[in-house]
Structures are given as structure tokens and as C-alpha cells.
């Protein structure tokens, strides 16, 4: 006869309350255990690689911002972009610096190549001088 069937005393009420309290501890350390498993990202990542993966790529493609696109709107687009919403354009008096072109870039590169082969002479004379030296002194 097990303990379901036997009459209600006191001791089969105290072994009936032990086997709930019993079970309802396996039972809570498997809910525990089953919270770590669902709250742990490297679960998601072994069991579902690809999902992970996509997700990721998700993430990735909404934080990342678009791409500025340039436009370069012609002059009469301009005025009517002014005159409809009362925009004021005022000339910048600060222009940079005009961009040196390829024969400035050439003679720039020519010029840092001789100044360099000038130096790189120079260390070489100076050497020769000072070896001379020390071999008349020895």
C-alpha cells in the first residue's frame, strides 16, 4: 500500500508533507537550474550558432549609421530651398587653402629625394674622413 492510499494519520500526513517538501526542493533546483541556463548568452550561442549570428548582424546593421549622402543641388534649387523657407545665404570669407596641384607634388618629392641623397653623400664623405684619421693616428 503506498502512502497515497493509507489513511489519513498523523504519520502518513508527516510522510506525505516530507515527499512534497522533498520533491518541491528537486523541483525548485531544477527551475534555478533552468533560470542560469535561459540567462546565460554562451547557451544561446552553442545551441543556436546561425540565429546568433543573425542577430548579431541585425544589431549591427540598425546601430551602425547610413552612409551621408552628398547632394550638390544647382542654383535654382537653391533659391527656391531659400525663398520657401526664408533661408539667408551669406558667402564664407575663411576659404582654406588651395589644394597644391601634381606639379607642386612632383617638385616637392624631387626636392625631399636630392635632399635626402645630399645627406645620405655627406655621412658617407664624413665617414671616409674620420676612418682616414683614425687609421693615420693608429
Known amino acids: 500500500m503506498s502512502i497515497a492510499e ?6 502518513t ?14 523541483a525548485v533546483g531544477e527551475v534555478i537550474e533552468n533560470a542560469r541556463e535561459l540567462t546565460d548568452w554562451r547557451h544561446y550561442v552553442r545551441e543556436y550558432p546561425f540565429a546568433c549570428v543573425g542577430a548579431a548582424l541585425a544589431v549591427g546593421f540598425v ?5 551621408i549622402r552628398v547632394m550638390s543641388p544647382t542654383s535654382d534649387q537653391l533659391e527656391q530651398l531659400a525663398k520657401r523657407d526664408h533661408l539667408i545665404v551669406k558667402p564664407s570669407k575663411t576659404a582654406g587653402p588651395p589644394t597644391p596641384g601634381w606639379k607642386r607634388k612632383a617638385l616637392t618629392m624631387g626636392a625631399n ?9 655627406l655621412g658617407q664623405q664624413a665617414g671616409k674622413m674620420v676612418g682616414e684619421q683614425a687609421a693615420q693616428e693608429s
Request: aromatic content about 6%; cysteine-free.
Open 63 to 67: 546601430i551602425v549609421p547610413q552612409k
Open 6 to 11: 493509507q489513511p489519513d494519520t498523523a504519520e
Open 113 to 121: 629625394l636630392l635632399f635626402r641623397a645630399a645627406l645620405t653623400y
Open 13 to 26: 500526513l508527516r510522510q506525505k508533507m516530507s515527499q512534497v517538501r522533498n520533491d518541491l526542493d528537486h
